[in-house]
């Protein structure tokens, strides 16, 4: 059964079309995501749904009574209550009907009569009622789910008007998840989670009775839940069936299946207009006739657009101006406290150049703390931190501190690299669509993508053979995630960073160390191997007799340490690193020919001009040129299919 349904409906902003004759159902239970670039409409089109904004066009229909609850992305709670109370709130009609039980239990042994027999009928109906709807446990529940988004069982008696705006967002999200809606509404619920609360809401969703709509930049979240993605992009919306992997999947062969189906095209009209030019120039009057018909032929063709290509919107290559030693990093015995906040007291690893290596685990326990005294910002309290032979540090703040606020974009890349002229500090802010008068910005005044696209920039400037990123894929979008994750993938130096997002680990990390109990655990392989393997490590850990958690540092190899496993894991590696080495030689095959097509068109153009009809030598210079580059795209276009 259809409990949402949305029919042609269109909305724009001052004569801006923000989407356009879209259309879109949900059924009971079901879960879907909604997802796009920043600046897609995926909040408006949410709003449109929720009856906030009207739509120039189209009707919402949703079935009756449907109990909808929604989550926008920023919560302003302004409650004197504390978490406790708060979260208790939604369940107030069970609270006054489990204190008008206990009222009803004390009278009715002075009652007599006809006022007792109303006094137990009462009861019978409320204790239905309050046994129905899991009243008993109601106070169970909102702990539960209280401490499933990283609440703390103190924190529970934090008054409401204390919290920050992350922790009062989480606030909203447990009423709204505790008031067991049949639709909720989810924008980007997993920001201010860490990775063990995005877990438990993944486990809480996927068991949910109603049904759930997501908007959402994490992508391993969605895969766990969802099982229909709409993507909103240049205007349409699009409905592919599946989790998010199979969603790219299917966009990624769509796309492919759409450009192959426009160079075949784009390949038969260029040879179209060849025999036409050809017949032409015979200058015979049958000839001429047949190339009439065929140019007739040609203007009925419907001419497909060339697929829009989403990774060219930003432009990201990371490459070491210098290779380091061997030895990138060793740290040893590092320790850190801040008052009544012990970090970590004996953390001792060694990274080795090009590894990637992704630190995980729970907010505060001193991830970001680690980075910033590995580039020395902070001082530790014990031990040390030594970088190898030809080391050339390059850190990304996910609070920007390199950004300097008074800079103007153009400004901040000036001040860094005094070698670039205008002109190429111009061209990287573009491939980095900073463009026009978007350069003289004030870099305090950007949103947090912008300001992540400009340290991004700053990045690849800086040409480092070793990237401490700290939350790098923070107010990224999915298409520049994806960008940046082929970038570190096709990195020859060497990464160390902090990441809640467990897609990008997965792609990118060839090792994982959690901060977890102060001390560092590793694990070789990426984030599934991780996952896979933490509960085991954990049990050994509380082992009795363990000698310590610093030792498992030690191990280089799975859990299992069996060479059937190594092997695998290498295995694993190699067939990666060999689908990098084609994904490469696919761009670069895409790259020539868009280079070559555009050659193409030049000539066509300097061959229409007059002067170059009378002039015979450029004339054939031009016409050789141009067979050469056509015979050299038929073997481009022939390898594209290969490797696509």
Excluded at 137 to 163: P, Y
């Amino acid at each position: 059964m259809n409990i949402l349904e949305c029919h042609n409906l269109s909305k724009e902003f001052n004569d801006v079309p923000i989407f356009r004759d879209v259309s879109f159902r949900m059924e009971e239970k079901e879960k879907a995501a909604i997802v796009g670039i920043n600046g897609a409409g995926k909040t408006t089109f949410l709003r449109v749904l929720l009856g906030e904004l009207e739509p120039e066009e189209g009707m919402v229909v949703f079935a009756k009574d449907l109990r909808i609850g929604y989550l926008a992305q920023n919560q302003n709670l302004d409650s004197s209550n504390t978490i406790r109370e708060e979260l208790l709130l939604v369940k107030q009609d069970l609270l006054d009907a489990e204190s008008r039980l206990r009222a009803l239990e004390e009278e009715m042994g002075r009652l007599y009569g006809d006022e007792l027999l109303s006094a137990v009928e009462e009861h019978d109906r409320l204790n239905d009622l309050f046994s129905r709807e899991n009243g008993f446990g109601i106070r169970g529940e909102v702990v539960g789910v209280a401490r499933g988004l990283g609440f703390s069982d103190e924190e529970l008696d934090k008054r409401i008007s204390t919290l920050s705006g992350g922790q009062k967002t989480r606030v909203a999200l447990g009423r709204l998840l505790l008031q067991k809606n049949d639709l909720i509404i989810l924008d980007e619920p997993t920001n201010h989670l860490d990775m063990h609360a995005i877990e438990w809401l993944e486990n809480y969703l996927r068991n949910y009775t109603g049904a759930v709509l997501i908007v959402s930049h994490d992508r391993y979240f969605l895969d766990r839940i969802v099982t229909k993605v709409a993507e909103l992009d240049a205007t349409r919306l699009t409905v592919w069936n599946g989790n998010y992997s199979a969603y790219a999947e299917k966009r990624a062969k769509a796309r492919a299946d759409q450009l192959h189906a426009w160079m075949n095209q784009q390949r038969e009209i260029r040879h179209q207009e060849e025999v036409i030019a050809r017949l032409k120039s015979y200058n015979r009057e049958k000839s001429i006739k047949r190339a009439e018909s065929r140019e007739k032929m040609l203007s009925k063709i419907e001419v497909l657009d060339k697929p829009t290509q989403t990774r060219d919107d930003m432009h990201l290559t990371l490459t070491p101006s210098v290779e380091s030693g061997g030895d990138v990093l060793k740290v040893e015995h590092l320790a850190k406290s801040f008052p009544e906040n012990p970090l970590f007291s004996d953390l001792s690893f060694e990274i080795k150049r090009g590894e990637h290596v992704a630190i995980v685990g729970d907010n505060g326990t001193g991830k970001t703390t680690l980075l910033k005294i590995i580039n020395n910002l902070l001082p530790a309290d014990r031990g040390s931190v030594t970088t190898g032979v030809r080391v050339k540090i390059a850190y990304y703040d996910q609070e920007h501190h390199v950004l300097h606020d008074g800079n103007t974009l153009f400004d901040e890349i000036s001040d860094a690299h005094p070698d670039m002229n205008n002109t190429e500090i111009r061209t990287r802010l573009a491939a980095f669509l900073f463009t026009g008068d978007d350069v003289f910005k004030q870099v305090g005044n950007l949103s947090g993508g912008e300001k992540g696209r400009l340290s991004l920039l700053k990045l690849m400037l800086s040409k480092a053979n070793f990237l401490l990123l700290d939350e790098p894929t923070n107010h990224l979008d999915i298409t520049s995630k994806e960008i940046l994750e082929e970038a570190i993938r096709g990195y020859t130096g060497t990464v160390l960073y902090v990441s809640h997002d467990r897609y990008f680990i997965n792609r990118t990390a060839t090792r994982i160390l959690e901060l977890t109990r102060r001390q560092l655990v590793n694990y070789i392989g990426d984030y599934d191997y991780y996952a896979a393997h933490r509960e085991e490590r954990m049990n050994r850990l509380d082992a009795p007799g363990f000698p310590g958690m610093q030792s498992l540092d030690e191990e280089a190899v799975p859990a299992s340490s069996s060479k059937d496993n190594k092997a695998d894991w290498q295995a694993q590696k190699e067939q990666q690193k060999e689908q990098r080495r084609r994904e490469n030689e696919l761009k670069k095959c895409e790259e020539e020919i868009a280079r070559l097509e555009e050659r193409v068109r030049a000539i066509d153009e300097e061959l229409s001009l007059p002067e170059v009809g009378t002039d015979l030598a450029r004339l054939r210079k031009l016409s050789d040129e141009q067979a050469e580059i056509n015979a050299r795209l038929k073997d481009l276009y022939e390898e594209w299919e290969r490797l696509a």
